[in-house]
């Protein structure tokens, strides 16, 4: 790990505009966050690869969208309502707020709170003398259970009948969906149906920039087979979502898969994986799961909504609830992995100069390619190479400053190749090209450009 902060990687993230804060002018809204320019090509690149990676080139699965909105009997079924909670408490003192488990895990880093129950974090609490960050005092209020569910209502009316939530998760959406996608697609098992979309969560203590946010984007896959597969799909994703990690490029000293162990796993789960990264400054912190977990959901869906969730095998003729295995994955924060892998403040050969720089994949980078005209006399026949390059990838037309210090902006928000368009280039037809990374040059023909840039993007 390199000595690079935190902060200063999410001070360059704000300065160049990849993210807001949100609602700004107005003061902003505690961790909320808009991404700009910048951070949407960003994150629709990231989207693109994912859907290719397990959409297109994955033959069972198939996209759909579920609306945020669902009827609440969804989440008594999948016991959201009465068990989304966490543990919540308040310091009598300075009357900062905090979660119970969260405290512990910071100031007694080798207690494992995900085995307490309430009761056993009171205890702990109190026996160990926990203290408020804020005041340093060591006086609790007990735990109450805090509703994370944001709640709204349906209609002109706010009474209890209309009551509804914003989804927490969006594997939901695609699991009351399965007969439908069964019924319309006439597809067999196994069948993967994958989905991309924000979820809510009403955290007591969100975080860390994007990595803990209260509206976030989720991509993910509720893969349904034949019971008594599970290890076998299982054993498929892990392999899947680490060659979706490799293909990324995040560096392999700072990623690791961590399995869960068995006291760690929900009752109905057989096999949870985790895929964590080691963020600057923050410590390893998850950017996925990989969860096994059986029928559990159909099977609570099929009691709630009494419809048949069971699938008839066409070949066995035998009818049973299919078993599914979930790669879940976090878009902010791998957004956020991504941005903390590429940066570096780079000391160049001389010893004495240095430059910022995004190696962010080039396929991921915002645009991939900056047509930089030498002169403003140039900018009409420079921008008909801009206007062919749009045709197949995201570009910027740059005419201010330096060409020194254009070279320095594309660096800093990770643009992999410069094109100047120079004098010489109204005579030869033929454009410079400097490499992000390497910051070597290149005169290639104005008309091999779009092959010569799809030729290096990998």
């Given at each position: 790990?390199?000595?690079?902060?935190?902060?200063?990687?999410?001070?360059?993230?704000?300065?160049?505009?990849?993210?807001?804060?949100?609602?700004?002018?107005?003061?902003?809204?505690?961790?909320?966050?808009?991404?700009?320019?910048?951070?949407?090509?960003?994150?629709?690149?990231?989207?693109?690869?994912?859907?290719?990676?397990?959409?297109?080139?994955?033959?069972?699965?198939?996209?759909?969208?579920?609306?945020?909105?669902?009827?609440?009997?969804?989440?008594?079924?999948?016991?959201?309502?009465?068990?989304?909670?966490?543990?919540?408490?308040?310091?009598?003192?300075?009357?900062?707020?905090?979660?119970?488990?969260?405290?512990?895990?910071?100031?007694?880093?080798?207690?494992?709170?995900?085995?307490?129950?309430?009761?056993?974090?009171?205890?702990?609490?109190?026996?160990?003398?926990?203290?408020?960050?804020?005041?340093?005092?060591?006086?609790?209020?007990?735990?109450?259970?805090?509703?994370?569910?944001?709640?709204?209502?349906?209609?002109?009316?706010?009474?209890?009948?209309?009551?509804?939530?914003?989804?927490?998760?969006?594997?939901?959406?695609?699991?009351?969906?399965?007969?439908?996608?069964?019924?319309?697609?006439?597809?067999?098992?196994?069948?993967?149906?994958?989905?991309?979309?924000?979820?809510?969560?009403?955290?007591?203590?969100?975080?860390?920039?994007?990595?803990?946010?209260?509206?976030?984007?989720?991509?993910?896959?509720?893969?349904?087979?034949?019971?008594?597969?599970?290890?076998?799909?299982?054993?498929?994703?892990?392999?899947?979502?680490?060659?979706?990690?490799?293909?990324?490029?995040?560096?392999?000293?700072?990623?690791?898969?961590?399995?869960?162990?068995?006291?760690?796993?929900?009752?109905?789960?057989?096999?949870?994986?985790?895929?964590?990264?080691?963020?600057?400054?923050?410590?390893?912190?998850?950017?996925?799961?990989?969860?096994?977990?059986?029928?559990?959901?159909?099977?609570?869906?099929?009691?709630?909504?009494?419809?048949?969730?069971?699938?008839?095998?066409?070949?066995?003729?035998?009818?049973?609830?299919?078993?599914?295995?979930?790669?879940?994955?976090?878009?902010?924060?791998?957004?956020?992995?991504?941005?903390?892998?590429?940066?570096?403040?780079?000391?160049?050969?001389?010893?004495?100069?240095?430059?910022?720089?995004?190696h962010l994949n080039k396929r991921l980078a915002p645009y991939t390619c900056a047509i930089l005209?030498?002169?403003?006399?140039?900018?009409?026949?420079?921008?008909?190479?801009?206007?062919?390059?749009?045709?197949?990838?995201?570009?910027?037309?740059?005419?201010?400053?330096?060409?020194?210090?254009?070279?320095?902006?594309?660096?800093?928000?990770?643009?992999?190749?410069?094109?100047?368009?120079?004098?010489?280039?109204?005579?030869?037809?033929?454009?410079?090209?400097?490499?992000?990374?390497?910051?070597?040059?290149?005169?290639?023909?104005?008309?091999?450009?779009?092959?010569?840039?799809?030729?290096?993007?990998?």
């Amino acid at each position: 790990m390199s000595n690079k902060t935190f902060d200063e990687i999410t001070t360059h993230l704000q300065t160049y505009g990849f993210v807001y804060q949100g609602s700004e002018i107005y003061g902003g809204l505690a961790n909320s966050w808009d991404y700009g320019p910048l951070g949407t090509l960003f994150k629709n690149h990231l989207k693109d690869l994912w859907l290719k990676h397990f959409v297109r080139d994955i033959e069972y699965n198939v996209q759909i969208d579920p609306a945020i909105i669902m009827n609440p009997k969804v989440w008594e079924a999948t016991g959201h309502v009465s068990n989304f909670h966490d543990p919540l408490v308040d310091c009598k003192y300075c009357h900062s707020r905090y979660r119970a488990d969260d405290l512990i895990k910071q100031q007694f880093s080798d207690v494992d709170t995900d085995k307490m129950d309430v009761d056993d974090l009171n205890e702990f609490m109190k026996s160990h003398q926990v203290t408020c960050p804020n005041c340093g005092k060591s006086s609790f209020t007990d735990i109450r259970q805090f509703q994370m569910m944001f709640k709204t209502f349906l209609g002109v009316t706010e009474e209890k009948s209309s009551t509804v939530y914003l989804r927490p998760e969006t594997a939901q959406g695609i699991f009351i969906n399965f007969k439908n996608v069964m019924r319309t697609t006439r597809r067999k098992l196994p069948i993967g149906i994958c989905d991309i979309g924000k979820s809510f969560r009403n955290e007591i203590t969100p975080g860390n920039f994007t990595f803990r946010t209260r509206e976030f984007e989720q991509m993910e896959i509720e893969f349904f087979f034949k019971p008594g597969e599970d290890e076998k799909w299982f054993e498929f994703y892990k392999e899947n979502c680490k060659s979706f990690v490799e293909k990324l490029g995040l560096k392999d000293e700072n990623i690791r898969f961590r399995d869960h162990e068995k006291e760690e796993l929900a009752f109905y789960s057989k096999a949870t994986t985790d895929i964590e990264y080691l963020f600057p400054t923050l410590g390893w912190g998850e950017l996925m799961g990989i969860a096994s977990r059986t029928n559990y959901d159909l099977s609570r869906h099929m009691e709630f909504s009494k419809q048949d969730l069971t699938y008839l095998d066409p070949e066995t003729n035998e009818r049973y609830v299919p078993h599914v295995v979930e790669p879940s994955f976090g878009l902010d924060r791998l957004m956020l992995a991504l941005f903390c892998d590429s940066y570096e403040n780079e000391i160049l050969d001389d010893g004495k100069d240095s430059r910022v720089i995004m190696h962010l994949n080039k396929r991921l980078a915002p645009y991939t390619c900056a047509i930089l005209p030498l002169s403003n006399k140039l900018n009409d026949d420079a921008k008909k190479v801009f206007k062919m390059l749009t045709e197949e990838f995201d570009c910027i037309f740059d005419t201010t400053g330096s060409i020194g210090k254009r070279y320095r902006r594309e660096d800093a928000i990770g643009t992999p190749f410069c094109i100047t368009f120079d004098f010489d280039s109204l005579n030869d037809n033929k454009v410079t090209i400097r490499d992000r990374d390497s910051m070597k040059q290149e005169r290639v023909e104005i008309k091999e450009l779009v092959n010569y840039i799809k030729a290096n993007l990998d």
